[in-house]
DNA sequence: CCACATAGGCTCATTGTGAGAATAACTACG
DNA sequence: CGTAGTTATTCTCACAATGAGCCTATGTGG
């Protein structure tokens, strides 16, 4: 987190020049578990010693590499999800901003430009695309307005994934164009037999509703570019809808705040993190009731107005009650 | 789900004599995503069609079989949660009681006998056991207090994980004292180097505090049994809790119940899985509220009272707003 | 002293939740 | 036929939680 805007850890591009998340091979002789051989692994590329650690999701659909698509093994990844401070990474990683992969996510100003511009556009093309007079196009639009709050449906910010997977699916974003001329090359020497989907898979929800992949005769208007490597926007998205749920009842945004900190810089955090805007009043009731922090005494160097009080997290809160988080208060105007 | 009793598939019992979860290799020329292979494999081998299907997590711990403790390779389980109908599986299969396995988990009828026989006891003792001037007992007491709902706190039914774990560390199941076995012997034979832990290992949450595994000096007064093969009740505990955290935002127990169903038959599934009893009143209401659910028309086969109205799930609902769950409305005495 | 900016509180209508009780529709038995 | 027993279904009521708007406090810079 740096002022207002999350950030996550990329490192160098990779052959295509896009961006990719931290990852390396597991070497089973290291580490007693997973997770420490996250930490090990990440202290000793980046240098960052990762404070929350959360396993995310083993991703392990078929042609999620390039080299698997040229007839290479299958790549299993075992994701994590980790939050720290803001901190200097080493050599090769940088930090970006979170937002630059996922535009459509932030609605702290309310929804943002991109989705009249080229998000709505391109789910209405694919929806018109779907008319084949057997309800299609109707399945579509619902499953567009739920998922992008659109048509009068209300915006669900832990649905990131499920964004995602349609803007990939529909076309809509650069890597489904990638994919497709991955593909379309392979295909053409001949190499794979059947290669039926290429990087993002069917997710749980569609279960076996045959999801096909990206058609070229459903290109979208519009395509937005922020691709990662291989199917790394994805695992960002899986992230981030995850991290959205765990706000609401686990303390985890503390993570990423420094031992003292002002009310209005946690609720900053918390509006990065879920991408809404927070009603000020209601929010620092609903931290007051948690009991989650204490005021320390000191007051914030002044920035304009009245100084604010500096706080700190209660530790003890985790152990003692259901710890809650700090997550309800959305209003705004999405 | 059988009239009342949650079940859990389990396969014929292991070398020691316990019960397994289903499980097998995973053949990545086979099939296109992780999710498809376990609905493969699990139609094969038992005959089933899985309904909801869900990863759950991926576990990688140190000598979680008795063949790495000799040397052999680690092995990494991709659990997955799945949910279906009651059905006869194939033979080598069978359904069992889930809380034949966690009995502490059940507390529909309020808090188990179990609670004050063997858990409570087990605790204290190790509680008594951490007295080291040092606040280790303190600790301790508020982890036990806070994980089983003792000295005031309120019970969580979703940390069926965290208990499992306690219990384990404590040393108050069966496999807690199979794996000490298992590790003297090996210890003493001199194969592994540095066999730091057997089976369990630190849990989220636990992050790095140092877990140790249970310790022979802290042996608890009386052991529960009810252990599975290898870490496979620890697995099940995680997918207990899972399954209890999803219940109250996605309609998942109706994949539970036959296509038509009363409105109590709804709440006893929701009860067995919560292990939570629910107040009939407020449950009714909440489930009016959601719209998940539409009469059919068609009337229960009485049973000694009034005949019940029989309802459907209504699909629609999961393409509609934000589908909630069925899982509030918790009363009763815990 | 004023305008401006940010922090911090307060109020109020509405909704949701927990708990208890009342009523309805049936069966079984005398 | 009447009454007890059993299960289903609905209502009420107090109280907590939430969403939204407005007001006050305390600083800075002219």
Redesign the pocket.
């Known amino acids: 987190m740096t002022a207002d805007t999350p950030r996550v850890l990329t490192v160098g591009d990779d052959a295509s020049g896009a961006p990719a998340l931290p990852s390396g091979p597991f070497d089973p002789t290291t580490d007693r578990t997973l997770e420490k051989s996250v930490r090990r692994w990440v202290a000793e590329r980046t240098g960052l010693g990762l404070g929350y650690v959360e396993q995310l999701y083993t991703f392990g659909d078929r042609y999620r590499t390039p080299e698997e698509l040229a007839g290479g093994p299958r790549a299993l990844s075992i994701a994590y999800v980790a939050l720290v401070r803001e901190a200097r990474p080493a050599t090769g990683a940088a930090w970006r901003d979170l937002y630059a992969f996922c535009p459509w996510e932030d609605r702290r100003a309310g929804a943002p430009a991109v989705i009249d511009a080229a998000v709505a556009p391109a789910l209405s093309a694919w929806t018109a695309a779907g008319a084949d007079g057997r309800g299609t196009a109707r399945q579509r639009r619902e499953r567009a307005d739920i998922a992008f709050g659109l048509g009068g449906a209300a915006w669900d910010a832990d649905r990131a994934l499920e964004r995602c997977e349609l803007l990939y699916e529909v076309g809509a974003i650069d890597e489904a164009v990638r994919d497709r001329a991955l593909r379309a090359a392979e295909t053409e020497r001949g190499a794979a037999a059947s290669v039926d989907a290429v990087g993002h898979a069917v997710g749980p929800g569609a279960a076996d509703s045959g999801y096909a992949g990206p058609t070229s005769d459903e290109a979208a208007a519009a395509v937005l570019p922020g691709a990662m490597a291989l199917d790394h926007r994805r695992i960002l998205a899986t992230a981030l809808g995850r991290l959205r749920g765990k706000i609401k009842y686990r303390p985890v945004v503390f993570e990423l705040l420094p031992p003292g900190f002002?009310?209005?810089?946690l609720?900053r955090v918390v509006e990065a993190l879920t991408g809404m805007p927070v009603?000020?009043?209601?929010f620092?009731?609903?931290v007051?009731?948690t009991g989650l922090v204490e005021?320390t005494g000191d007051?914030?160097e002044?920035?304009?107005?009245?100084?604010?009080?500096?706080?700190r997290f209660r530790r003890d809160v985790l152990r003692e009650r259901r710890a809650p988080g700090v997550g309800?208060?959305?209003?705004?105007r999405a």
């Not at 002002?262 to 810089?265: A, F, I, V, Y």
């Not at 309800?328 to 705004?332: N, R, Y």
Request: net charge positive; proline share 3%; no cysteine.
């Open positions: 002002t009310l209005r810089q609720q009603h000020t009043g209601n620092r009731r609903l007051a009731a005021r007051r914030d002044v920035t304009g107005g009245r100084p604010a009080e500096m706080y309800a208060g959305g209003g705004g």
